[in-house]
T-cell receptor, first 115, second 111 residues
C-alpha cells in the first residue's frame, strides 16, 4: 500500500518556467489537497478537492492551477514559476473533508527551488 | 479568518516532560489536531481532540483544551531523543473543508 506518492522529490526551475507536481493516492480517498511549507509560516493551503471534477481555492492559490479528473490523481501546476514559489510542497488526502475526525495522509514532499 | 499560533522552538532534556502550546482564533473549531513532522518527511497525525472535550490522554501524550481561552497544549511525558521533530497544531471547523495549521514548534531533545 503506497499511500500518497509525490513526484518529483526535488526540482529546480528558472523564473518563468512551468511545471507540474504530481500527487497520487491509492486509498480511494475523496479529499485531496496541496499545501506549501515555508519557514516560520507553517503549512498554507493552496488548493483542495472534495472529489473528482471538484476543486476549490485555499489560502494561497495565486500562480497555481489544479484539476481532478480521477479520484487517484491531483496534480499541481505552476504556470510561470517565480522565486516566491520556492518552497516545500505537500500533497495530503483523506476519506472525507477534514471537518470531522478524519486523518490527513501526507506525501513525503517536493522541494522546489525557483532561481 | 482562522489563525493558529505556536511558539517556534522548544528545547528539553531526555526524560523531562515537554509542553507544546497553541492558540487559535476560530471559536467554531470542531476538531483540533496535533501532527508530527520528522526531518525530510511529511506530517503524521499524532492525536486529536473534539471541541467538547477538555482532556485526552494517549500513552505518553496528553492533550489539554481550554476552549474559553482558545488554547491547546500537547504534553509529552518522558521525552525521548526520537521525539525531536516539528509539531503542528491544526484546527478544522464544521463546514470548512480544510485544516488550518499553526506555524509549527521545533522540539529538540538533548541526551
Amino acid at each position: 500500500n503506497a499511500g500518497v506518492t509525490q513526484t518529483p522529490k526535488f526540482q529546480v526551475l528558472k523564473t518563468g518556467q512551468s511545471m507540474t507536481l504530481q500527487c497520487a493516492q491509492d486509498m480511494n480517498h475523496e479529499y485531496m489537497s496541496w499545501y506549501r511549507q515555508d519557514p516560520g509560516m507553517g503549512l498554507r493551503l493552496i488548493h483542495y478537492s472534495v472529489g473528482a471534477g471538484i476543486t476549490d481555492q485555499g489560502e494561497v492559490p495565486n500562480g497555481y492551477n489544479v484539476s481532478r479528473s480521477t479520484t487517484e490523481d491531483f496534480p499541481l501546476r505552476l504556470l510561470s514559476a517565480a522565486p516566491s514559489q520556492t518552497s516545500v510542497y505537500f500533497c495530503a488526502s483523506s476519506y472525507s473533508p477534514p471537518s470531522t475526525n478524519e486523518k490527513l495522509f501526507f506525501g513525503s514532499g517536493t522541494q522546489l527551488s525557483v532561481l | 479568518g482562522e489563525d493558529v499560533e505556536q511558539s517556534l522552538f522548544l528545547s528539553v532534556r531526555e526524560g523531562d516532560s515537554s509542553v507544546i502550546n497553541c492558540t487559535y482564533t476560530d471559536s467554531s473549531s470542531t476538531y483540533l489536531y496535533w501532527y508530527k513532522q520528522e526531518p525530510g518527511a511529511g506530517l503524521q497525525l499524532l492525536t486529536y481532540i473534539f471541541s467538547n472535550m477538555d482532556m485526552k490522554q494517549d500513552q505518553r501524550l496528553t492533550v489539554l483544551l481550554n476552549k474559553k481561552d482558545k488554547h491547546l497544549s500537547l504534553r509529552i511525558a518522558d521525552t525521548q531523543t526520537g521525539d525531536s521533530a516539528i509539531y503542528f497544531c491544526a484546527e478544522s471547523s464544521r463546514g470548512f473543508q480544510k485544516l488550518v495549521f499553526g506555524t509549527g514548534t521545533r522540539l529538540l531533545v538533548s541526551p
